[in-house]
Each structure stands twice: as structure tokens, then as C-alpha cells.
């Protein structure tokens, strides 16, 4: 079985691998890297479990192969707090009780960054919208879509503090 | 972390685990990897019912990278022991043998026929693909009155029926007599679908073989670690005490996880077999057929009535579906609900008996309410149709019969004795929230002006029954388990504590609260407490996490304990400061002398001093430590009102939500916020149940809502913000006034929509309506009322 060398930078640090064709993201990410905090929830893209970034946009890496982040720049849940201390978005879940079992939890923290990033001043229906690719079965999803009305302003301030920050 | 609160019972506590979930570190099943590990992938059938000529495994055991591919014949000589069911509910019952792989015959689509090995998970799924099957497909039978006729297809054909039991109440009162003398009789049939759980984390295992010691230590996404231990070794033969069960982070369970499956017995045998670290992940088409479905009940209520609306008996009988075999407590999931049928009303006479009978479809067991969303269901919508038929309004007709408010045990119709309860207050709050008055007005004026979109307003009054216990009545009702819990509470020599617990949690946050019991008993900060559970090798015996008992029952186990530790570091700070135990006085976490309060111990210093043993006093063992155990005398019995208003597109049969008002009643509270979270949960699964969920499948058995794509979990867009508020009214069960939230929203909000929807198309004459209320269903029931296609009245 042939394989394919892959280049990419994940959380911020370059990675080159040699992958099978049919390898999807999601396992090049959890099995390849480690990096396990993106979840499987589905196998047909309905849950969202698996959402990370790519160049900033929210995709679900579960649709995605590996080969076609080469060159890339993708960021998971491990690259979301920085220095040790949560994002404000993630703060802003722990304040608010967005999670439970928290196995929906890096999904939609990844898909409310996406969406944050482009939307800084959402309105309550424009998140709900803008979630409804990712399932939650514990919280009923009032207390995300809080969480992520909580952020928002709080990380307009964090986004001007570190413009620039490639991914951020 | 900061935390603001000063007295941790109580306080809207944030969650200990949430920095762990929230970056990515949350270790789940599939997060873990083992040196020299190996995949197992399932063969599925995919017939409902056939029987199996032929099982080949060679073309998938040439594969590259498989290392063992095995039929269930292969595989017979593993078992000590079929799959459990600890319920039969019945002496006369029914009981097929449910063995992990099946031999002769398949008897669901997703029945399991033979099982491959490989060494990546892709290799794996490649290599069950390849095991070729011969099926004799036989005709299936998947409704359960059909299930019952004479010369339907057996699922079991040694049973000789498809008929399992039928398990009665026994009755209170004269049940015929009042039925026959009623001046108002309502009598309603309701359907009760099929749901799949669908918690997000799908089913895995993970079994490592010790190979020195002949131990096995088993990850799984379960709520059961310590029953999967003891009920695992039956069935594999492995010394129970060779057997170390792991739940590590688990993904949310809602029921489907408080089982034992196949595929742990498999992984178990396969790495005793191969003596290597043995995976298996469930996909999530694979969960919608191997793992449980809840509900598929057919309840036939009745209620007796005068003619102003004062309810007078209840009878319920139901046909309950359970699938192809017994799963963990599949015969007794409609018994959870035997005793709730009457809900929290007077009435003279009661009856309930239930009749469960196989199909060729999968196995039923515990989903989120069990039992209880049934019997609220029937209730309160026949309640509902109660007070159509005398003209009333529902909430008067509700109101005139709750049971009067009481704080001692109290009897219900159905013969049990609730705990404490308070029906009318959490009614008159969740009117006064829903702006109740308004809403009617509302209501008329839409119905005067013959507006197509119709408002309807639903009530639903709920009382459950969890924690169940005590130990002996689960015996008497042939529950093969107990009902207490257990936890134990070691203060170290630095001060620091920790903490075991015989439950499980899987987003219920008992880190938290558990810490927030133990820091306000022991005055020891909320984060120098470590809650260790889930694990049979560090946390006591106990059982698990399932039907909101872990509170109810492990909690206050937990209190106990700690009580323990503060009554035996009492007896040493009385020997240290050299003066009686009633001289003491003891605050957050420190002792001091009455009338001297400068000579105090505090626990951390009580706890080295304990450790070093040097000046015990007589009779005193090293060490501040003490286990407890809880089994209650009796259930909890949470109960509340909630109130949902729709508006009815009466063209295309839309349910729109105007408001969904909640106000619950479980007792004390100890975090307000996760009791909240839990509501707001039980109540998005319950209008998921009422509006949107249903496994269909057609006459030969095939699941058709076969995945995510046309199975309809709700999203964030269809599910709206629900207004919560709770009463208190403490449990008189245990010491510390809790009952179960868990589940609550979930027993309560189908019927509060349903009885919205069905208020809005009443005056359509709409009387026939079952869920869930999908647009279709709405538009087929105005069709069929008014001969119309829609639209106004
Ligand atoms: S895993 Fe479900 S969408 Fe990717
Ligand atoms: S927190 Fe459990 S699925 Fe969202």
C-alpha cells in the first residue's frame, strides 16, 4: 500500500508524515499525532465531535483526508489554551456549564472559535445556527449557546491583546 | 481556580472537571493505547431473523495483519456463562440464553455471527468484511401485537412464544367495581416509540491481559464498572478477583451504558485468548443497532372519574417490546414506572400489569427515565383528556386532585409511600411563570379570529420514584442486585483528602459536588479534595451510576463517612486538648474547647497527629479515615410542573415553541448550577423523544433510521430555552433532604407537549395523537379530524 508524505503545521509546530492515502484527519490527529482531544462521534459527518480548525476555518476533520491538510495549518482543542491558562472561550464554558460529559466539548469549542473569529458580536439565533452541525445529548445546548454569548466580548479583548498570533 | 463561594453546599460550585474536558485532556476509551494492542471488529447480520448455515471465517483470517477470526461456534467454548439479565421479573418468565456471538440463528439486524482480530482498526474493518455468511432468511416479527398472535414467527423458538410474562401490581382497591359504577370513564391509547440513546461517546473496550498474573484489567465506556466486574466473571470464568473494570472518562450514558455487552465479554475472552491488549470501537451506525433502544411500549390507560373531574381508579396495561433478547434489566424497565401511573393524585383504586414480549429488533433496556417517562406520559395526558371530556381546565382538574402537601411518608394510590412532596406549590409557581392566564386569553383570541397558527398550552405534573432501594425490596420485586452505595474518606497526613465513591459518573460532575459535600464537613478546601471513582481496584464496592441514585444514595453514603471522620477526629482532639467531647465545639473544620477557643485542633493537624500515632488515645485506630454505606429505607420521589406552550401552524402542522417553563422539586440542593444543567439536558431529550425520535423499522426488520442522517437527534436549533425554577421541599428518605434530579426532565416534558399540541388541535377535533409530533403527523391528524387539508377551524 503506497503512502503519501504529508507537511503541515498542527497547534503552531510542524509535522511531516508519511500517510496512507485513505487515512482521514481525524485519525492522522489522534492516532498519528496523539493528539486525542478531537473525538469521533459519527461516521457520517453529523456530529461535529470532530471540528477543528484549517486556516482558521472550522471544518469537520472526519470529511477531511489527511493529505488534504498538506501545507496546511490546523489548530485542535490542544492548541486553544495558552501559556496554561484556558482561552476565554473555554472559561467562558466552564462558567457558564457548557459541558457535562464533555465529550461533545472540543467540537463545539472548536466550531464556536471558527465562528467567533468571523462573528465577533453574534446574536443568540446566529450561534444556534451556527452549531447546528455539532450534537450535544447532555446539556440541551442552552448553557453552550450562553457560554459562547459569554465569550464573545470577552474575547474581542483577548483577540486585539494577541493580533497577529498565526491560528490564534 | 478561584472559587467564590465560601460554604460549598449549595453554591453555584464550577466544575473540577471541566479544565481537563475543556483542552482536550479528558481520557476516553478510545483515547487510550496499549504496546502491541489489537482490534476487534464485529460481523453484523444484516437480516432481522434468519438462521445461520454456514459461518466462514477463512478469506478474513488470510488478510494481512489478522490475527484471529472466529465464529460463535469458535468461540462457545469461552463462556462460564450466558449474558446476564439480573431481572426476571416473573417466577414463570420466559428467559432465552443470550450468548455473546450467536450460533444458530441471527435474531436482529446487528446480531452479532462471527468476530475479527487485526492489528489496526482499519485492517479489522477490512477483515469482518471479508467473512463470508450463508443466511437462511426467516419472516420477522416486529410489532408487539402481531409478536403475539398464534402463528407469528418465534424469536425463540425453544420458548415455544413470543410472550415472556406478564407481571401484575396486584391491584388497590376495587378496580372492576369502580370502573363499572364511574360516571366518567376516559380510556386512551398510546404508543410509546422506539428511541436510541445515542450518548455521544459511542460503546468501546479496551482489556489488557496481565501476563504474569493471569489478571485482566478492562477499560469500557460503561456506568457500571463494579456490576460489569462481578457479572463479567460469571460470564467469562475469569476469578472475579483477577478482574480490575475501568470507567474512565465516559461520554455521556443516558441508560445504554448500564449494561453488559457482547463485546466486553468478547474483548475479555480475545485477549485471554491471544494474550494481547485486545480494542474494540463501536461505530455510530454499529451503536444504532448493538447497543439498547429504550421505550417500545403500547399502554392502554384508562382512568375513572366523577363527573366534575375527582379521579376515582386508574388501570394500566401495557405490552412492553423487548427486542431480541433480555439485555442487563430489559423485563423490568416498565416496572420502574408500576408505581407512578397515578401520578401525584388521590384516587381510590389502582391496577397496572405489563406483558413483555420479543421481536426481531434490538434489544430494549434503561433509557433516561425508564419506565417512569411512560407512566407519566400515560397520566398526564390522560389527565389531559380527563378534563376535555368534564370541560374543565387542566390545571384545575389537576389541582383538585393532588395529594394535599405533606413532609412525612406518605401513601400514594399505587400503594407506595412517597417521601415528601408539595404538588400544588411547583404548579402554581410554573403558572405564574408561564403567565399562565395570559396565554389562555391568548388562546381564544388566536381561536375567535380563526388565525391559522393555533396556540396550545401543556401541562405535565410529574412525580418519579428513584434511588431505588431498599435492598430488600429490590429482592422482593426479583432484582437480582442491591440497592445501596458506599464511599470511604481518608484525610492524608498533609491535610489533603481523598475521596472514593462506589459511583460512576459520566457528566453528572460527582467530582464536584462530592468535593463540595466533603469540604463543607471536613472545612478542608474544595481543591485540596481528590474524588477517585469508577475504578473497581481503588473505589469500595458500589453500584454505579444509573436512575439518579447516585446522590440520593452515594452521596449520603458519602456524607456518612465523612460525619465518620469528623466524629473520630472529635475523640482525638478531646484527647489532645485533654478535655470531655462535649466540651468541644466544632466549626468548619476545627475543634475548640468551649469558653477557651484559642485551644483548638484543626482536622489537617488532627489528620498528622492521627498518622503518626504517637498519642492515641485507648481504642483509637491510626489514621482519619472511615467508609460508610447507604441503603435507604425508601425511593426519592422528585416531582414538579412544567408547562410548555406551542404555537400550531395549522397548514403545515409546525410545532413552534412559545415558552417552556420548568420548576422542579428534588430536594436540597447541593449545586444549583448542575442541577440546573441536568433539567435543561432531561428536558432537550424529552422534547427530542416528544417531537423528533423514532427508530423505525420495516416489516422485515431492517432499521431504517439507521444513522445520524435520518435518525433526528436534535441541534441546538430546534431545541428552545426552557425557564427553570425549583421548589424545595427536602426528601424525608435520608439525611440530607436530596432526591434524584437526573432524569426528571425527561419523565416530565413529552406529555407537557404532547398535551400543548393536542390543546391547540382540540378544537379541531383532533383526538388521536402520538409521538413524536412531527409536521407530517400534525398535518395526517387535522386532515383526518376535519376532512380538510389544514388550516383554520
Ligand atoms: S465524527 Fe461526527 S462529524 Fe466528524
Ligand atoms: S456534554 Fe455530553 S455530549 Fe455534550
Request: glycine residues 10%.
Given at each position: 500500500?503506497?503512502?503519501?508524505?504529508?507537511?503541515?503545521?498542527?497547534n503552531?509546530?510542524?509535522?511531516?508524515?508519511?500517510?496512507?492515502?485513505?487515512?482521514?484527519?481525524?485519525?492522522?490527529?489522534?492516532?498519528?499525532?496523539?493528539?486525542?482531544g478531537?473525538?469521533?462521534?459519527?461516521?457520517?459527518?453529523?456530529?461535529?465531535?470532530?471540528?477543528v480548525l484549517?486556516?482558521?476555518?472550522?471544518?469537520?476533520?472526519?470529511?477531511?483526508?489527511?493529505?488534504?491538510?498538506?501545507?496546511?495549518?490546523?489548530t485542535t482543542i490542544e492548541g486553544v489554551a495558552e501559556?496554561?491558562e484556558l482561552h476565554p472561550l473555554q472559561r467562558?464554558f466552564?462558567?457558564?456549564?457548557?459541558?457535562?460529559?464533555?465529550?461533545?466539548t472540543p467540537?463545539?469549542v472548536m466550531?464556536a472559535l471558527g465562528?467567533?473569529?468571523?462573528?465577533?458580536?453574534?446574536?443568540?439565533?446566529?450561534?444556534?445556527?451556527?452549531?447546528?452541525?455539532?450534537?450535544?445529548?447532555?446539556?440541551?445546548?442552552?448553557?453552550?449557546?450562553?457560554?459562547?454569548?459569554?465569550?464573545?466580548?470577552?474575547m474581542?479583548?483577548h483577540?486585539?491583546?494577541?493580533?497577529?498570533?498565526?491560528g490564534g | 481556580?478561584?472559587?467564590?463561594?465560601?460554604?460549598?453546599?449549595?453554591?453555584?460550585?464550577?466544575?473540577?472537571?471541566?479544565?481537563?474536558?475543556l483542552t482536550g485532556?479528558?481520557?476516553?476509551?478510545?483515547?487510550?493505547?496499549?504496546?502491541?494492542?489489537?482490534?476487534?471488529?464485529?460481523?453484523?447480520?444484516?437480516?432481522?431473523?434468519?438462521?445461520?448455515?454456514?459461518?466462514?471465517?477463512?478469506?478474513?483470517?488470510?488478510?494481512?495483519?489478522?490475527?484471529?477470526?472466529?465464529?460463535?461456534?469458535?468461540?462457545?467454548?469461552?463462556?462460564?456463562?450466558?449474558?446476564?439479565?439480573?431481572?426476571?421479573?416473573?417466577?414463570?418468565?420466559?428467559?432465552?440464553?443470550?450468548?455473546?456471538?450467536?450460533?444458530?440463528?441471527?435474531?436482529?439486524?446487528?446480531?452479532?455471527?462471527?468476530?475479527?482480530?487485526?492489528?489496526?482498526?482499519?485492517?479489522?474493518?477490512?477483515?469482518?468484511?471479508?467473512?463470508?455468511?450463508?443466511?437462511?432468511?426467516?419472516?420477522?416479527?416486529?410489532?408487539?401485537?402481531?409478536?403475539?398472535?398464534?402463528?407469528?414467527?418465534?424469536?425463540?423458538?425453544?420458548?415455544?412464544?413470543?410472550?415472556?410474562?406478564?407481571?401484575?401490581?396486584?391491584?388497590?382497591?376495587?378496580?372492576?367495581?369502580?370502573?363499572?359504577?364511574?360516571?366518567?370513564?376516559?380510556?386512551?391509547?398510546?404508543?410509546?416509540?422506539?428511541?436510541?440513546?445515542?450518548?455521544?461517546?459511542?460503546?468501546?473496550?479496551?482489556?489488557?491481559?496481565?501476563?504474569?498474573?493471569?489478571?485482566?484489567?478492562?477499560?469500557?465506556?460503561?456506568?457500571?464498572?463494579?456490576?460489569?466486574?462481578?457479572?463479567?466473571?460469571?460470564?467469562?470464568?475469569?476469578?472475579?478477583?483477577?478482574?480490575?473494570?475501568?470507567?474512565?472518562?465516559?461520554?455521556?450514558?443516558?441508560?445504554?451504558?448500564?449494561?453488559?455487552?457482547?463485546?466486553?465479554?468478547?474483548?475479555?475472552?480475545?485477549?485471554?485468548?491471544?494474550?494481547?491488549?485486545?480494542?474494540?470501537?463501536?461505530?455510530?451506525?454499529?451503536?444504532?443497532?448493538?447497543?439498547?433502544?429504550?421505550?417500545?411500549?403500547?399502554?392502554?390507560?384508562?382512568?375513572?372519574?366523577?363527573?366534575?373531574?375527582?379521579?376515582?381508579?386508574?388501570?394500566?396495561?401495557?405490552?412492553?417490546?423487548?427486542?431480541?433478547?433480555?439485555?442487563?434489566?430489559?423485563?423490568?424497565?416498565?416496572?420502574?414506572?408500576?408505581?407512578?401511573?397515578?401520578?401525584?393524585?388521590?384516587?381510590?383504586?389502582?391496577?397496572?400489569?405489563?406483558?413483555?414480549?420479543?421481536?426481531?429488533?434490538?434489544?430494549?433496556?434503561?433509557?433516561?427515565?425508564?419506565?417512569?417517562?411512560?407512566?407519566?406520559?400515560?397520566?398526564?395526558?390522560?389527565?389531559?383528556?380527563?378534563?376535555?371530556?368534564?370541560?374543565?381546565?387542566?390545571?384545575?382538574?389537576?389541582?383538585?386532585?393532588?395529594?394535599?402537601?405533606?413532609?412525612?411518608?406518605?401513601?400514594?394510590?399505587?400503594?407506595?409511600?412517597?417521601?415528601?412532596?408539595?404538588?400544588?406549590?411547583?404548579?402554581?409557581?410554573?403558572?405564574?411563570?408561564?403567565?399562565?392566564?395570559?396565554?389562555?386569553?391568548?388562546?381564544?383570541?388566536?381561536?375567535?379570529?380563526?388565525?391559522?397558527?393555533?396556540?396550545?398550552?401543556?401541562?405535565?405534573?410529574?412525580?418519579?420514584?428513584?434511588?431505588?432501594?431498599?435492598?430488600?425490596?429490590?429482592?422482593?420485586?426479583?432484582?437480582?442486585?442491591?440497592?445501596?452505595?458506599?464511599?470511604?474518606?481518608?484525610?492524608?497526613?498533609?491535610?489533603?483528602?481523598?475521596?472514593?465513591?462506589?459511583?460512576?459518573?459520566?457528566?453528572?460532575?460527582?467530582?464536584?459536588?462530592?468535593?463540595?459535600?466533603?469540604?463543607?464537613?471536613?472545612?478542608?478546601?474544595?481543591?485540596?479534595?481528590?474524588?477517585?471513582?469508577?475504578?473497581?481496584?481503588?473505589?469500595?464496592?458500589?453500584?454505579?451510576?444509573?436512575?439518579?441514585?447516585?446522590?440520593?444514595?452515594?452521596?449520603?453514603?458519602?456524607?456518612?463517612?465523612?460525619?465518620?471522620?469528623?466524629?473520630?477526629?472529635?475523640?482525638?482532639?478531646?484527647?489532645?486538648?485533654?478535655?470531655?467531647?462535649?466540651?468541644?465545639?466544632?466549626?468548619?473544620?476545627?475543634?475548640?474547647?468551649?469558653?477557651?477557643?484559642?485551644?483548638?485542633?484543626?482536622?489537617?493537624?488532627?489528620?498528622?497527629?492521627?498518622?503518626?500515632?504517637?498519642?492515641?488515645?485507648?481504642?483509637?485506630?491510626?489514621?482519619?479515615?472511615?467508609?460508610?454505606?447507604?441503603?435507604?429505607?425508601?425511593?426519592?420521589?422528585?416531582?414538579?410542573?412544567?408547562?410548555?406552550?406551542?404555537?400550531?401552524?395549522?397548514?403545515?402542522?409546525?410545532?413552534?415553541?412559545?415558552?417552556?417553563?420548568?420548576?422542579?422539586?428534588?430536594?436540597?440542593?447541593?449545586?444549583?448550577?448542575?442541577?440546573?444543567?441536568?433539567?435543561?439536558?432531561?428536558?432537550?431529550?424529552?422534547?427530542?423523544?416528544?417531537?423528533?425520535?423514532?427508530?423505525?423499522?420495516?416489516?422485515?426488520?431492517?432499521?431504517?433510521?439507521?444513522?445520524?442522517?435520518?435518525?433526528?437527534?436534535?441541534?441546538?436549533?430546534?431545541?428552545?430555552?426552557?425557564?427553570?425554577?425549583?421548589?424545595?421541599?427536602?426528601?424525608?428518605?435520608?439525611?440530607?433532604?436530596?432526591?434524584?434530579?437526573?432524569?426528571?426532565?425527561?419523565?416530565?416534558?413529552?406529555?407537557?407537549?404532547?398535551?400543548?399540541?393536542?390543546?391547540?388541535?382540540?378544537?379541531?377535533?383532533?383526538?388521536?395523537?402520538?409521538?413524536?409530533?412531527?409536521?407530517?403527523?400534525?398535518?395526517?391528524?387535522?386532515?383526518?379530524?376535519?376532512?380538510?387539508?389544514?388550516?383554520?377551524?
Open positions: 500500500m503506497g503512502t503519501r508524505r504529508v507537511s503541515l503545521r498542527v503552531g509546530v510542524p509535522q511531516e508524515a508519511e500517510v496512507e492515502p485513505r487515512t482521514l484527519l481525524v485519525y492522522f490527529l489522534r492516532e498519528g499525532l496523539g493528539l486525542t478531537t473525538k469521533v462521534g459519527c461516521d457520517t459527518s453529523s456530529c461535529g465531535s470532530c471540528t484549517m486556516d482558521g476555518e472550522s471544518v469537520k476533520s472526519c470529511t477531511l483526508l489527511a493529505v488534504q491538510a498538506d501545507g496546511r495549518e490546523v501559556g496554561g467562558a466552564q462558567e457558564n456549564h457548557g459541558l457535562q460529559c464533555g465529550f461533545c467540537g463545539m466550531a465562528y467567533l473569529q468571523k462573528n465577533p458580536t453574534p446574536s443568540e439565533e446566529s450561534v444556534r445556527l451556527a452549531l447546528e452541525g455539532n450534537l450535544c445529548r447532555c446539556t440541551g445546548y442552552t448553557n453552550i449557546v450562553r457560554s459562547i454569548l459569554a465569550a464573545a466580548p470577552a474581542n479583548g483577540a486585539a491583546a494577541e493580533a497577529g498570533v498565526p | 481556580m478561584v472559587q467564590a463561594v465560601q460554604r460549598y453546599v449549595g453554591g453555584r460550585v464550577l466544575r473540577k472537571e471541566d479544565s481537563r474536558l485532556r479528558g481520557r476516553y476509551v478510545d483515547d487510550l493505547a496499549l504496546a502491541g494492542m489489537v482490534w476487534m471488529a464485529v460481523v453484523r447480520s444484516p437480516y432481522a431473523h434468519a438462521r445461520i448455515k454456514a459461518v466462514d471465517v477463512a478469506p478474513a483470517r488470510d488478510m494481512p495483519g489478522v490475527v484471529a477470526a472466529l465464529s460463535g461456534d469458535d468461540l462457545a467454548s469461552e463462556w462460564a456463562g450466558p449474558l446476564p439479565c439480573v431481572w426476571p421479573v416473573t417466577e414463570d418468565i420466559k428467559m432465552p440464553q443470550h450468548w455473546p456471538v450467536a450460533k444458530d440463528k441471527v435474531r436482529y439486524m446487528g446480531d452479532a455471527v462471527a468476530v475479527v482480530v487485526a492489528t489496526s482498526r482499519a485492517l479489522a474493518c477490512d477483515a469482518a468484511e471479508a467473512v463470508q455468511v450463508e443466511y437462511e432468511p426467516l419472516p420477522a416479527v416486529t410489532d408487539v401485537e402481531a409478536a403475539m398472535a398464534e402463528d407469528a414467527p418465534l424469536v425463540h423458538e425453544d420458548l415455544g412464544t413470543n410472550k415472556s410474562f406478564t407481571w401484575s401490581h396486584g391491584g388497590v382497591g376495587d378496580v372492576e367495581g369502580t370502573f363499572a359504577k364511574a360516571p366518567v370513564v376516559v380510556k386512551e391509547r398510546y404508543w410509546h416509540p422506539r428511541l436510541i440513546p445515542n450518548a455521544m461517546e459511542p460503546r468501546g473496550v479496551l482489556v489488557q491481559p496481565g501476563l504474569s498474573q493471569g489478571d485482566f484489567t478492562m477499560w469500557s465506556a460503561t456506568q457500571i464498572p463494579h456490576v460489569a466486574k462481578v457479572t463479567l466473571a460469571m460470564v467469562t470464568g475469569i476469578s472475579e478477583a483477577k478482574l480490575r473494570v475501568v470507567a474512565p472518562e465516559v461520554g455521556g450514558g443516558f441508560g445504554s451504558k448500564l449494561d453488559i455487552y457482547a463485546e466486553e465479554a468478547l474483548c475479555l475472552a480475545l485477549a485471554r485468548r491471544l494474550q494481547r491488549p485486545v480494542k474494540w470501537i463501536e461505530e455510530r451506525s454499529e451503536n444504532y443497532l448493538a447497543t439498547i433502544h429504550g421505550r417500545g411500549v403500547l399502554q392502554d390507560m384508562e382512568l375513572a372519574a366523577t363527573e366534575d373531574g375527582k379521579l376515582l381508579a386508574i388501570r394500566a396495561k401495557l405490552i412492553a417490546d423487548m427486542g431480541a433478547y433480555f439485555q442487563l434489566i430489559t423485563p423490568g424497565i416498565p416496572m420502574l414506572g408500576a408505581w407512578l401511573y397515578g401520578g401525584c393524585y388521590k384516587a381510590d383504586a389502582y391496577w397496572f400489569e405489563y406483558t413483555g414480549v420479543f421481536t426481531n429488533q434490538t434489544p430494549t433496556d434503561a433509557y433516561r427515565g425508564a419506565g417512569r417517562p411512560e407512566a407519566t406520559y400515560a397520566i398526564e395526558r390522560a389527565m389531559d383528556a380527563l378534563a376535555r371530556r368534564v370541560g374543565k381546565d387542566p390545571a384545575e382538574v389537576r389541582r383538585m386532585n393532588f395529594i394535599p402537601p405533606f413532609s412525612e411518608p406518605t401513601a400514594l394510590v399505587t400503594g407506595l409511600q412517597a417521601d415528601s412532596g408539595d404538588y400544588e406549590a411547583t404548579l402554581d409557581r410554573a403558572l405564574e411563570l408561564a403567565g399562565y392566564d395570559e396565554l389562555r386569553k391568548e388562546q381564544k383570541a388566536r381561536l375567535d379570529r380563526k388565525d391559522a397558527k393555533l396556540l396550545g398550552i401543556g401541562i405535565s405534573t410529574y412525580i418519579e420514584n428513584c434511588g431505588w432501594a431498599p435492598s430488600s425490596l429490590l429482592g422482593a420485586i426479583r432484582y437480582a442486585g442491591g440497592g445501596w452505595d458506599s464511599a470511604s474518606v481518608r484525610v492524608l497526613p498533609t491535610g489533603k483528602v481523598e475521596v472514593f465513591t462506589g459511583t460512576s459518573p459520566h457528566g453528572q460532575g460527582h467530582e464536584t459536588t462530592w468535593s463540595q459535600i466533603v469540604a463543607d464537613g471536613l472545612g478542608i478546601p474544595f481543591d485540596d479534595i481528590e474524588v477517585f471513582h469508577g475504578d473497581t481496584a481503588v473505589s469500595p464496592l458500589g453500584f454505579d451510576t444509573y436512575g439518579s441514585r447516585s446522590l440520593a444514595v452515594g452521596g449520603v453514603a458519602l456524607k456518612m463517612a465523612t460525619d465518620k471522620v469528623v466524629d473520630k477526629a472529635r475523640k482525638l482532639a478531646a484527647h489532645e486538648l485533654e478535655v470531655a467531647e462535649v466540651d468541644l465545639d466544632y466549626e468548619s473544620g476545627r475543634f475548640s474547647v468551649k469558653g477557651a477557643p484559642k485551644q483548638a485542633r484543626s482536622i489537617p493537624e488532627l489528620a498528622f497527629t492521627a498518622w503518626q500515632a504517637h498519642n492515641l488515645p485507648p481504642g483509637l485506630d491510626p489514621n482519619l479515615e472511615a467508609s460508610a454505606t447507604f441503603d435507604p429505607p425508601n425511593f426519592t420521589f422528585p416531582s414538579g410542573a412544567h408547562i410548555c406552550a406551542v404555537e400550531v401552524d395549522t397548514e403545515t402542522g409546525k410545532v413552534d415553541f412559545l415558552k417552556y417553563v420548568a420548576v422542579d422539586d428534588c430536594g436540597t440542593v447541593i449545586n444549583p448550577m448542575i442541577v440546573d444543567g441536568q433539567v435543561q439536558g432531561g428536558i432537550a431529550q424529552g422534547i427530542a423523544e416528544a417531537m423528533y425520535e423514532e427508530a423505525i423499522y420495516d416489516e422485515n426488520g431492517i432499521l431504517l433510521t439507521s444513522s445520524m442522517m435520518n435518525y433526528l437527534v436534535p441541534s441546538a436549533v430546534e431545541i428552545p430555552v426552557a425557564t427553570l425554577d425549583r421548589t424545595v421541599t427536602p426528601s424525608s428518605t435520608n439525611s440530607m433532604g436530596v432526591k434524584g434530579i437526573g432524569e426528571a426532565g425527561t419523565i416530565a416534558a413529552p406529555p407537557a407537549v404532547l398535551n400543548a399540541v393536542a390543546d391547540a388541535l382540540s378544537p379541531l377535533g383532533v383526538t388521536d395523537l402520538q409521538m413524536p409530533v412531527s409536521p407530517q403527523r400534525v398535518w395526517h391528524a387535522i386532515k383526518n379530524a376535519t376532512g380538510r387539508n389544514g388550516g383554520p377551524a
